[in-house]
C-alpha cells in the first residue's frame, strides 16, 4: 500500500503538490465552516481512504469526492452542502467539444459557444444550489414553474432602452481602456452603439430592444440624401447583425423599436443632436427624417444580406397607427413582411393607455415618461395544464394551485432580486458596474425601474382538459381561458401589492417551457398527459401551446385567429401578441395591409409578429421555404432552422 506522503496532488490551479491532509482540514475550514478539530478528524480518515487507493496522481475532485462521501457518512449535510463542488462530468464536456455541428441547429458551436455552454451548466448548477430555496427548486425541478435562464443566474433578462444616453454621454464601459466622447456623425453614433450592445449582450440573457432608434437617429440625417440614409441603413443592419452572438442556451435577440410618429418618450423632449448638443428644436421637427430612416431600413432589410437571407436579428418592432396607412411606406413594410418575415406592428390606437409596466417609466403624474428605459430581471413561466392533472374539471381546485405555483414564481423572484442587487451593490468594482455606473444622475438600470415577469404556458391545452374542448372551439372555452387569466393577473396585482415588487403578467415570447413542461408531463402525468400534449411522443419532441395562443395547427382564418387571441391581450400587463406563420403561399402585401387594417380597428390585439419558416443551409448559403431536411443545391444536411415548431418561435 502507497503511503500518502508518496503522492502527488494534481490542483485545481493545474499544477502538481505533495500530498498534504492539512489542506483539506483549511478547506473545510474555509468552505465548509466547521471547526478545526473536527476537520482534522475528518482529514485522518481521509488520507486513509488514500493511501488504500492505488493511484500514482491524485486529482483535486477526486479529494474532493472522497471528502463529500465522508461529510455525508457523518450526517454533515449542510457542511455537504458548502463543500460542494460545481462542474460538468467528464462525459458532458467530451460531448460539447467533439462533435460537430448536426443538422437544423439554431445555432452553431464554435469555441466560443461551448464556452458559453460549458459556464452555463456550471451557472445554472450554483443558481439552483444557492441562489433559490429548496421549495423553489423543486416546483422548478417537478415543472411547476420554470425559471428562465438559469445558466445567467447572475444577469438580467432584459433591457429596453433608448439610445439618448449614448448620444448625449458618449461611450462610458467600466474597465475601458478609453471612453469616448459623445459622437458627431451617425456612423459614430453607430460605432458607439454596436460597441455598447456587444457588451450588454454580456448582462442581459435574453436580449435588448433598442427602442426609437429611428428618432434618436434623425438629428444627424438631417442634409442626407436619400442615397445616403439608404447606405447608412445598410451599415446599421450589418453592423448590428454581426455582433449578435452566437453559441449557448439562448441567441439574445436584439430588435430595433421604429416609430411613425412621435413616441409619447420624446413628447415635449428637445432634440440631442451632434456633439450631445441640445439641438434647440425638438423632436417633432425632425419626423421627417426619422420618417425616411425607417423606410431606408425597410428597403435594406428586404433586400436581405448579400445572398439575399434573410436578417435574424435584429428583429424589426414597427409601431404604427391609423396615419401610417395612408402613406406608402406600409405598402413597403407589408411586402417585407411577404417576403422575409421577422417584422412585428405594434398598434398604438387613440384610446391606447399605458400598460402598467410603462408606468415604470412615467412621472408620478402619469402623463410623460422619464426614463430612457427599464429593465426586466426575470421570467418565470407557469405550467397550467399541469393543474388541470391535478383538478380535473374542479374549477376552485385549479384556482388553488394556480395561486400557489404563482406564489411560488413570486418568492423565486424575490430570491433572484436579492441576489442581483448583492451583484450591483459592490458598484463600479462589482460583475454589474455597467448597470450600476450613473449617467445624468442616475444608472443605466435602476432598482425602481424593474420588473418581473410571469409567464402562463399552455392555456389551451388546461381549457381541453377541463372543458374536452380547445379555445379556438367555442365561446366557452373562451370563456374558461379568460377567467384563468383574469385570475393570474388578480394574484400578480395581489403579489405586486404584498411583497412591494413590480410583478407583472406578460404573455411573453416563451421558447423553452412549452417543451420542457410538456415532456415533464409525460414523465409525472402519464397516461393523461398524452392525450394533450403536441407533437410527437415517439420522437419525444412534444410541447404545449405557448402562454394563451390557440393551437398552431388548426386552421382558422387569421383575422379570426386574431381577434380570438386579442381577447387576452388587455389582462397581460407586460405586453401581449400574435404571431401569423405564413406557411406555404404567402398572403400577398395587399392582404397582409387590410388585415393589419382590420386588426388594427376591429379588434383588441395589441400586436402581431409576421413570421416566415426557412431553412439555411451553412454550407453554400442558399435559403429555401419548403423546410427540407437538406439543401436542395448542395444537399447539405447542415440547415439552420427557423420554424414555428423548432422552440424559436
Known amino acids: 500500500m502507497k503511503k500518502p506522503a508518496h503522492m502527488m496532488v494534481r490542483t485545481s490551479d493545474a499544477s502538481f503538490e505533495q500530498w498534504n491532509r492539512?489542506?483539506?482540514?483549511?478547506?473545510?475550514?474555509?468552505?465548509?465552516?466547521?471547526?478545526?478539530?473536527?476537520?482534522?478528524?475528518?482529514?485522518?480518515?481521509?488520507?486513509?481512504?488514500?493511501?488504500?487507493?492505488?493511484?500514482?496522481?491524485?486529482?483535486?475532485?477526486?479529494?474532493?469526492?472522497?471528502?463529500?462521501?465522508?461529510?455525508?457518512?457523518?450526517?454533515l449535510e449542510t457542511q455537504h452542502h458548502l463543500h460542494t463542488r460545481l462542474g460538468v462530468p467528464y462525459y458532458d464536456v467530451d460531448r460539447i467539444l467533439n462533435r460537430p455541428n448536426h443538422a437544423r441547429l439554431p445555432f452553431l458551436l464554435d469555441p466560443h459557444g461551448t464556452n458559453i455552454l460549458l459556464a452555463e451548466k456550471i451557472k445554472s448548477e450554483y443558481a439552483l444550489d444557492t441562489v433559490f430555496s429548496q421549495e423553489i427548486v423543486e416546483a422548478h425541478l417537478r415543472g411547476d414553474i420554470c425559471i428562465h435562464s438559469l445558466g445567467s443566474i447572475d444577469r438580467a433578462a432584459h433591457l429596453r432602452h433608448t439610445v439618448e444616453t449614448i448620444k448625449q454621454h458618449g461611450l462610458r464601459i467600466p474597465s475601458s481602456a478609453a471612453f469616448a466622447s459623445p459622437a458627431r456623425h451617425p456612423e459614430v453614433l453607430l460605432a458607439h452603439i454596436v460597441k455598447f450592445t456587444s457588451v450588454l449582450f454580456n448582462h442581459f440573457s435574453d436580449g435588448i430592444l433598442w427602442d426609437s432608434i429611428n428618432i434618436s437617429f434623425a438629428p444627424f440625417l438631417r442634409g442626407m440624401s436619400e442615397k445616403e440614409i439608404r447606405q447608412f441603413s445598410q451599415r446599421l443592419l450589418f453592423a448590428l447583425c454581426e455582433i449578435?452572438?452566437?453559441?449557448?442556451?439562448?441567441?439574445?435577440?436584439l430588435e430595433l423599436g421604429l416609430w411613425w410618429s412621435l413616441p409619447p418618450l420624446f413628447e415635449?423632449?428637445?432634440?440631442?443632436?451632434?456633439?450631445?448638443?441640445?439641438?434647440?428644436?425638438?423632436?417633432?421637427?425632425f419626423l421627417p427624417e426619422a420618417r425616411r430612416f425607417v423606410q431606408a431600413i425597410f428597403e435594406t432589410y428586404r433586400s436581405g444580406d448579400s445572398s439575399g437571407r434573410p436578417f435574424l436579428n435584429p428583429k424589426l418592432r414597427f409601431t404604427v397607427d391609423a396615419g401610417v396607412f395612408e402613406d406608402p411606406v406600409m405598402d413597403l413594410a407589408c411586402s417585407l413582411a411577404r417576403e422575409k418575415g421577422n417584422i412585428h406592428f405594434i398598434f398604438r390606437r387613440p384610446e391606447t393607455e399605458l400598460s402598467p409596466i410603462e408606468t415604470l417609466l412615467a412621472r408620478p403624474s402619469g402623463r410623460k415618461p422619464k426614463r430612457d428605459g427599464l429593465a426586466i430581471f426575470q421570467t418565470i413561466s407557469i405550467n397550467l395544464p399541469r393543474l388541470g392533472y391535478l383538478a380535473g374539471d374542479d374549477f376552485r381546485i385549479v384556482k388553488a394551485k394556480l395561486r400557489e405555483c404563482m406564489e411560488n414564481a413570486s418568492r423565486a423572484h424575490i430570491q433572484k432580486r436579492v441576489f442581483l442587487e448583492k451583484l450591483m451593490s459592490f458598484g463600479p468594482a462589482g460583475p454589474l458596474a455597467l448597470l450600476a455606473e450613473k449617467r445624468s444622475g442616475e444608472p443605466l438600470v435602476t432598482l425602481d425601474g424593474t420588473a418581473h415577469c410571469i409567464l402562463p404556458t399552455g392555456l389551451n391545452e388546461l381549457v381541453k382538459i377541463v372543458l374536452g374542448k380547445e379555445l379556438h372551439e367555442d365561446e366557452e372555452a373562451i370563456d374558461l381561458g379568460l377567467r384563468v387569466i383574469r385570475e393570474m393577473k388578480k394574484i400578480t396585482q395581489e403579489m405586486r401589492e404584498k411583497h412591494k415588487l413590480n410583478i407583472f403578467l406578460s404573455q411573453g415570447n416563451d421558447e423553452i417551457s412549452p417543451f420542457r413542461f410538456a415532456a415533464l408531463d409525460l414523465r409525472f402525468h402519464s397516461p393523461a398527459a398524452g392525450h394533450f400534449v403536441n407533437g410527437e411522443i415517439?420522437?419525444?419532441?412534444?410541447?404545449?401551446?405557448?402562454?394563451?395562443?390557440?393551437?398552431?395547427?388548426?386552421?382558422?382564418?387569421?383575422f379570426e385567429r386574431m381577434c380570438k387571441e386579442g381577447r387576452f391581450h388587455d389582462l397581460f400587463e407586460a405586453g401581449a401578441h400574435s404571431t401569423l406563420w405564413m406557411d406555404g403561399a404567402a398572403p400577398e402585401p395587399r392582404e397582409i395591409r387590410r388585415l393589419l387594417w382590420k386588426l388594427m380597428n376591429e379588434s383588441r390585439t395589441r400586436s402581431l409578429a409576421l413570421e416566415k419558416e426557412y431553412t439555411s443551409c451553412a454550407s453554400c448559403g442558399t435559403v429555401s421555404h419548403d423546410m427540407s431536411d437538406s439543401c436542395g443545391k448542395c444537399g447539405s444536411e447542415m440547415l439552420f432552422c427557423f420554424s414555428k415548431n423548432s422552440g424559436r418561435s
Open 22 to 75: 492539512f489542506k483539506i482540514v483549511e478547506a473545510l475550514v474555509r468552505e465548509a465552516r466547521m471547526k478545526p478539530e473536527d476537520a482534522d478528524s475528518i482529514s485522518r480518515e481521509i488520507e486513509e481512504v488514500v493511501g488504500r487507493l492505488n493511484i500514482r496522481i491524485l486529482s483535486a475532485s477526486l479529494i474532493r469526492e472522497i471528502v463529500s462521501v465522508k461529510l455525508l457518512e457523518h450526517g
Open 244 to 253: 449578435s452572438p452566437s453559441g449557448g442556451a439562448s441567441s439574445h435577440p
Open 268 to 285: 415635449g423632449r428637445k432634440a440631442i443632436g451632434p456633439g450631445g448638443e441640445i439641438a434647440g428644436k425638438s423632436y417633432e421637427e
Open 538 to 558: 415517439a420522437e419525444n419532441r412534444v410541447y404545449y401551446t405557448p402562454s394563451s395562443l390557440l393551437n398552431r395547427d388548426v386552421k382558422i382564418r387569421p
